[in-house]
């Protein structure tokens, strides 16, 4: 997926997510990104090194926190 498009839907996104692309999905920056990754309740999957979200897990996290 390339992050230079506008996400116009969650049928466009890979299973999972890497920051640039959490960022891209959420409207922040690419070091908030990490942050939110980094924070307790968020579904980060830990790879080695990597972090990553899974689609599915983000879309009910933001379901569960929008206000």
Do not use: C
């Not at 990553?52 to 009910?60: A, E, N, Q, S």
Request: charged share 20%; aromatic share 6%.
């Amino acid at each position: 997926m390339r992050t230079t498009n506008t996400i116009t839907s969650f049928d466009q996104l890979s299973l999972t997510l890497n920051a640039t692309q959490v960022a891209a999905v959420l409207g922040i920056s690419r070091s908030n990104a990490y942050a939110l990754m980094r924070s307790e309740g968020f579904p980060t999957l830990h790879i080695g090194r990597r972090m990553l979200v899974p689609k599915d897990r983000l879309i009910r996290w933001i379901e569960a926190n929008a206000s």
